[in-house]
């Protein structure tokens, strides 16, 4: 099965007549092999091991997905006029590269195997993204003094903070076979191999700009917190003093908005990994009662009361645009076709 697998993961496509390999179309437009294997190059790097077999056509199931899905929010933003512009794109480029010289810069796209149109590409697709979700998501959500009332008297308790907390979110592999998962990928690593090259990809995604929150409802094999964003509440300090050292340790030295480098779970018969972590620091509140006139305890209800509604909004969002679109996965019906007549 593997070998077959194998085999379809090579030449899975359907062909044009330009010589191109065509693995899905959206509305007409088709996304090519060339442009999955870019992403799958950009995921795998850094990884000691190249997935093979069936982890190579799960890998590039999932990616060939996310890039239909950012087709349709293509052609969606092209109909509403908010396709990101070149002086947008510039702007946010030459940001971007300001923390580094040239030389450094390149050595990071090298690193990420990709190239300085590559990258530009996906700037573009990335502010498009933003402006589409801003105008249909963002814009249209009202968080009313009334809500943020309502939540601090229903949550009243949770402002009682009788030492410092750390409001954390966390992004896990797990190389455990059983169990299910719950993420918007249904991604799911089979061993201690698979987990360290998920999370390497994750890790590299992270470092490339992917939003925390969005790798973490799509990959994360959590079950209590992928579908939240990772975000996983306050944590007390204590807490976290008597969690292993090197958690303790990572997190502690975090400012908000930073996140780990992946953090092995060991098991302890062997000492051995069969998992990994990438914390988040999302923001730290000293000891003390909170009172409902604070700005910050306003403005921290307001943010979560926020978020929720939106991560709502977009799953709903996408959904519906997926719908509305004519979409043909000619990958995923030659890997069932092929699967489904090997011995």
């Not at 090579?10 to 693995?23: F, H, P, T, Y």
């Not at 590039?60 to 349709?72: F, K, W």
């Not at 814009?139 to 009313?144: A, D, F, H, M, Y």
């Not at 400012?255 to 923001?283: D, E």
């Amino acid at each position: 099965m593997a070998g077959a697998l194998l085999l379809i993961g090579l030449s899975a496509c359907n062909r044009n007549s330009s010589g191109g390999d065509v693995m899905a179309s959206v509305n007409g437009r088709k996304i090519y092999r060339s442009e999955v294997d870019k992403y799958y190059a950009n995921q795998t790097a850094g990884s000691d091991q190249q997935p093979t077999g069936e982890q190579a056509v799960s890998l590039r199931l999932s990616i060939l997905n996310e890039l239909m899905e950012t087709e349709i929010l293509m052609q969606r933003a092209e109909k509403l006029g908010l396709l990101a512009t070149d002086e947008e794109v510039d702007r946010k480029l030459n940001e971007i590269k300001s923390p580094y010289t040239a030389e450094e810069f390149n050595k990071r796209l090298q690193d990420k195997k990709i190239t300085l149109d590559d990258f530009t590409r996906d700037l573009r697709r990335s502010l498009t993204r933003d402006k589409v979700l801003n105008k249909e998501i963002t814009s249209r959500i009202n968080i009313t003094d009334q809500d943020v009332t309502n939540y601090y008297n229903e949550h009243k308790a949770e402002f009682n903070l009788i030492e410092a907390q750390y409001h954390l979110a966390k992004i896990m592999v797990s190389g455990m076979a059983n169990g299910q998962v719950h993420n918007l990928q249904n991604s799911k690593a089979q061993n201690a191999a698979e987990a360290s090259k998920k999370i390497q990809m994750i890790a590299n995604r992270l470092d490339s700009g992917d939003d925390f929150a969005t790798m973490a409802m799509n990959y994360s094999e959590d079950p209590d917190t992928s579908n939240n964003g990772g975000d996983i509440g306050m944590v007390p300090e204590s807490s976290l003093k008597t969690a292993d050292p090197t958690t303790r340790d990572a997190v502690m030295k975090l400012k908000p908005g930073q996140y780990t480098q992946a953090i092995p779970v060991l098991n302890p018969a062997n000492h051995q990994p069969v998992g990994y972590i990438i914390w988040k620091l999302i923001a730290k509140e000293p000891a003390g009662q909170r009172d409902l006139n604070d700005p910050r305890v306003q403005q921290a209800i307001r943010q979560q009361l926020r978020d929720r509604r939106e991560q709502l909004l977009k799953a709903a969002y996408y959904e519906s645009l997926r719908d509305d679109a004519k979409v043909r996965n000619y990958y995923a019906e030659e890997v069932l076709k092929n699967a489904g007549t090997t011995k």
